[in-house]
């Protein structure tokens, strides 16, 4: 049996054809690598848009608590004359703010007292929504709905908040008659309860 030798440039031939398909394999790595990060990137995107929305939503549930509070505290409302006694501007009004929150018409009247060195507030639970909750929850003194709209991206429960009468220690507020001050802190929901936003404020009662 004779051995047929290839020519020489066969032989380059079949060389150039095997570095080809390498050539080939590495690009088509190469191309799917990017794609799978591309890919990746346009989650993260989504995945933060959708929790920026969320935050969103839920701070505005929050910004709304505030507002409610103003009428509890201020009026006009439709809560009983009890509740609006509540809120008289003087340090009377201590008397009834309890530690660990009030309960019917005193609901969500804390004593600013710190609760094991911490702000009363941070141990409040503000996701109780049952009928043992210490928290206001929006337009229970008031009257007052939440307009979220009926379709779409909505909060998934109503906002709550306390309130705190604290001292008047505004420089020459003192006067002859000691004044107090509210310290209000509400709880906004984004579409999952889960998601949360917190916002406080201190309010004078005219």
Not at 22 to 48: F, N, W, Y
Request: overall charge positive; some cysteine.
């Amino acid at each position: 049996m004779k051995h047929i030798a290839l020519p020489p440039s066969s032989a380059r031939l079949r060389g150039s054809g095997g570095f080809s398909l390498i050539t080939t394999l590495i690009l088509l790595v190469v191309v799917t690598m990017l794609g799978l990060g591309a890919s990746q990137m346009v989650l993260l995107s989504e995945r933060s848009t959708r929790f920026d929305r969320d935050q969103q939503i839920a701070f505005q549930a929050a910004e709304a608590a505030l507002m409610d509070a103003e009428f509890d505290i201020r009026g006009p409302n439709t809560s009983l004359a009890q509740r609006l006694a509540r809120f008289t501007g003087t340090p009377d009004d201590k008397v009834n703010y309890s530690v660990g929150c009030g309960t019917g018409t005193l609901l969500g009247l804390c004593s600013d007292t710190p609760v094991n060195n911490k702000p009363v507030w941070y141990g409040v639970d503000f996701t109780d929504a049952s009928a043992s909750a210490r928290t206001v929850k929006f337009g229970d003194f008031t009257g007052r709905s939440l307009s979220t709209g009926t379709t779409g991206i909505r909060p998934e429960m109503l906002p709550r908040y306390i309130i705190e009468a604290i001292d008047d220690k505004t420089p020459g507020s003192s006067g002859t008659t000691p004044k107090v001050l509210y310290r209000v802190t509400a709880m906004g929901f984004g579409p999952r309860k889960e998601t949360q936003a917190v916002v406080q404020m201190i309010f004078r009662k005219e």
